[in-house]
């Protein structure tokens, strides 16, 4: 079965950083492209970013674009996600995806 984890949210004030990672099993990592999905409270889900199977090209939602970084680590089947200069709309729960599977997430929350 497709596994996939995510942790390292937290609580941040505005400004601060946090790294995301997603462990990943039950497929063959390095073969896929993997991305983060972001949820707010009382909206739908938001793409946040994509990284193809190899690491070699990243794509970013506008919203995020500059001060987020994704990447990958095949050899330990992991994703990760670098986010700087939080702000308080980056607030959700932030969940890596593999094509239609989406694992658990974890909560990332930005606020003074």
């Known amino acids: 079965d497709v596994q996939l984890q995510a942790f390292g949210g937290g609580s941040v004030q505005p400004g601060g950083s946090l790294r995301l990672s997603c462990a990943a099993s039950g497929f063959t990592f390095s073969t896929k492209t993997m991305s983060w999905i972001r949820q707010a409270p009382g909206k739908g889900p938001e793409w946040v970013s994509s990284?193809?199977?190899?690491?070699?090209?990243?794509s970013y939602a506008d919203s995020v674009k500059g001060r987020f970084t994704i990447a990958r680590d095949n050899a330990s089947n992991t994703l990760y996600l670098e986010m700087n200069n939080l702000k308080p709309e980056d607030t959700a729960v932030y969940y890596c995806?593999?094509?239609?599977?989406r694992g658990q997430g974890t909560q990332v929350t930005v606020s003074s």
């Open positions: 995806q593999m094509g239609s599977e």
């Open positions: 990284i193809n199977s190899g690491g070699g090209g990243a």
